[in-house]
């Protein structure tokens, strides 16, 4: 067995875990709990090294939506905002090549886990996310990605 087979079983366990005590438990925000649920690297939760790292920050490389993804779309959402932009999913998947070929590797479900989990962390107000999934103008799956996190519902393992 390599170090990465037992990184990566680590990696499986925590998440068991993580989720486990959040649904049971009522223990971390939604953000943190929907980022293990979907496999998207909680970047909001990172530490500046003044404080013990979270346990995401052992297992970067695990994660399905990496943490350069994350940093990258929320650099161009953040621009987005700041330039009140208007910017639509349909927009951004043909930025990204979704609906094409995407030579950076994205796909539809990375686009709508993370910006689910950006939602979630607070980040935005509600007419930039309004504007982002505006009916005919996003696909019906992502119209569900300013709904409640329910955690009976939304955690299963």
Same mark, same amino acid.
């Given at each position: 067995m390599?170090?990465?087979?037992?990184m990566g079983a680590l990696f499986a366990q925590q998440r068991m875990q993580i989720l486990h005590i959040g649904k049971h438990h009522d223990e971390f925000? !939604?953000?943190y709990l929907h980022a293990w649920? #979907?496999?998207v690297y909680p970047l909001m939760s990172d530490t500046d090294g003044s404080v013990p790292?979270?346990?995401?920050?052992f297992y970067a490389q695990y994660f399905t939506s990496s943490k350069e993804k994350v940093e990258f779309l929320l650099k161009r959402l953040d621009d987005?905002?700041?330039?009140?932009?208007?910017?639509?999913?349909?927009?951004?998947? !043909?930025?990204?090549?979704?609906?094409?070929? #995407?030579?950076?590797g994205w796909d539809r479900c990375?686009?709508?886990?993370?910006?689910?989990?950006?939602?979630?962390?607070g980040c935005y107000d509600d007419e930039f996310w309004s504007a982002l999934?505006?009916?005919?103008?996003?696909?019906?799956?992502a119209l569900?990605?300013?709904?409640?996190?329910?955690?009976?519902?939304d955690i299963y393992f």
């Open positions: 390599t170090e990465n087979d037992v925000n !939604d953000a649920e #979907s496999g790292r979270k346990p995401h920050e987005a905002w700041r330039k009140q932009e208007g910017l639509t999913f349909y927009g951004l998947e !043909d930025e990204l090549g979704v609906r094409s070929f #995407s030579s950076q990375d686009l709508i886990n993370i910006c689910r989990y950006l939602y979630l962390d999934i505006e009916n005919g103008k996003c696909p019906s799956e569900s990605l300013t709904s409640k996190f329910q955690r009976e519902v």
